[in-house]
């Protein structure tokens, strides 16, 4: 199975590669159209700023094809955050690819929300053998919205989009790499997708 | 509910796991690797590694055990020891770190952790710092608790979380290795300072002392050495204990 991941300036893109490696995967990290295009299975990772990713995704051409990719495809914290409409986070229009708004946590609790936190409400075969409550690990200061596209729902300080799904696009905004047994189901459901 | 973290530290000294008592007098326990592996299998949150050798001898082979423990483990971990600039960070971060831990080098240039923020995110970006109470008052040591500064401690934590630190590791020197308990009331102070998580660290010897620091201390995460590494507290009966006092543990 090839399966890529997009390159670009974000952290976190080795912390992936990694957890696939375990999982018996060699994905290749990539910024290359071609090679987007022609792999099985894409994701889309990251930890950084929202501006300077989709930035870094117009000059290399990506943000045009992302949309237009059939196969199964999964975003990650960043990742999750510019697949939606629009992001707080320096006033950064996104993809459009799930029907949500990505805004800061209050300051109510500490931000970012760092941890293991739980989810709830799942649906969809990326949480086939998934527990409802189950554990998982986040670390972000700004959330998604709940919309009609979400597949879990997680609390802090508000309920906010933990997954969301819309046909072959899938994303978490917490991180399945770092997030134990159950991380790694979540990843094997997906490379199984 | 976002759940209380807890953390063991390996301290690592020539690729083997080292815990010092009040911060000499070394033991040594374990290979660094199997004991990430036995950890995250038992139900630890997060992982800390510390080179203790870092600042003095040559970082490689701490880079290549950073590389490692990521291929080993699904959790997330930090390393630290004797980083001194963004390159150190990045060659650690592609070694599959999540976070760094910078202390010595953060006090001696506050501007690293905004550098480190601006180039990594906040999120990585973990700040050290040791505490010991001197002429009452809590003031920050470097380079291994061995140095003094004349810097309050809540005035560097202030500091640091205005420049961008992601968490603030907090250990008390004075509390460090005797397995009397956490420094709770500076935890509580520094935790209701800043806006972003604490990690206490320093004087853990049982389960309630754990349950002290979540409830009195406020700390979003209790990280302790050699009392895990020698069996003395099991990480499961300590989840179970907390969950009991209605602590959300994971």
Same mark, same amino acid.
């Given at each position: ?16 590669k990694i957890a696939l490696n375990r999982l018996n995967i060699n994905p290749i990290i990539t910024d290359n159209k071609d090679? /987007? +295009? @022609?792999?099985? *299975?894409?994701? &889309?990772? $990251? ?6 990713? %989709? ?9 045009? /094809? +992302? @949309?237009?990719? *059939?196969?199964? &495809?999964? $975003? ?6 510019? %697949? ?110 | ?8 530290c390996l301290d690592v000294m020539n690729g083997q796991t080292v815990k010092g008592v009040n911060f000499v007098d070394l ?142 590791l907090l250990t008390s020197m004075d509390h460090d290795g005797t397995k009397n308990g956490f420094a709770i009331s500076l ?64």
């Open positions: 199975m090839k399966v890529a991941i997009i390159k670009y300036n974000a952290g976190n893109i080795h912390s992936v090679e /987007i +295009i @022609s792999s099985d *299975k894409v994701i &889309f990772p $990251g930890v950084g700023e929202a501006k300077s990713a %989709m930035e870094y995704l117009k000059k290399k051409n990506i943000d045009k /094809i +992302i @949309s237009e990719l *059939k196969q199964p &495809f999964l $975003g990650i914290c960043l990742g999750l955050q510019l %697949m939606c409409n629009h992001s707080e986070e320096n006033d950064t229009d996104c993809l459009n690819i799930f029907d949500s708004n990505v805004k800061l946590f209050p300051p109510k609790l500490k931000v970012p929300h760092i941890g293991w936190n739980t989810i709830s409400n799942l649906k969809g075969e990326l949480f086939n053998k998934i527990d409802e409550n189950s554990f998982v690990y986040f670390v972000h200061s700004y959330f998604a919205e709940i919309s009609n596209d979400t597949t879990a729902e997680t609390n802090y300080i508000l309920p906010f989009s933990a997954s969301f799904q819309k046909n072959n696009f899938f994303s978490t905004q917490f991180h399945p790499e770092k997030s134990g047994n159950i991380g790694e189901q979540i990843l094997k459901n997906f490379l199984e997708l | 509910m976002l759940s209380k973290r807890i953390i063991p033991r040594q326990a374990g290979d660094p690797v199997e004991l990430a592996k036995a950890y995250a299998e038992q139900g630890a949150d997060e992982l800390v590694f510390l080179d203790i050798t870092a600042t003095i001898e040559k970082r490689e082979t701490f880079v290549e055990l950073v590389s490692r423990i990521a291929q080993n483990i699904n959790i997330p971990f930090t390393v630290g020891g004797g980083i001194q600039n963004e390159k150190d960070v990045e060659k650690l971060l592609n070694a599959g770190a999540d976070k760094i831990s910078i202390n010595s080098s953060a006090v001696k240039n506050p501007n690293l952790i905004s550098k480190l923020k601006n180039q990594f995110g906040s999120q990585c970006v973990v700040v050290a710092v040791d505490a010991k109470w001197i002429n009452n008052d809590w003031f920050v040591f470097v380079h291994g608790g061995r140095i003094p500064t004349e810097i309050r401690v809540i005035d560097w934590c202030k500091k640091a979380t205005e420049l961008g630190a992601g968490e603030i935890t509580k102070t520094i935790s209701e300072l800043v806006n972003i998580p604490v990690i206490a660290s320093g004087g853990a010897g049982n389960s309630e002392h754990f349950a002290e620091v979540f409830t009195k201390g406020k700390a979003d995460a209790g990280l302790a050495a050699s009392i895990f590494h020698f069996g003395e507290i099991k990480i499961p009966d300590l989840k179970i204990y907390l969950k009991n006092k209605n602590i959300v543990i994971r």
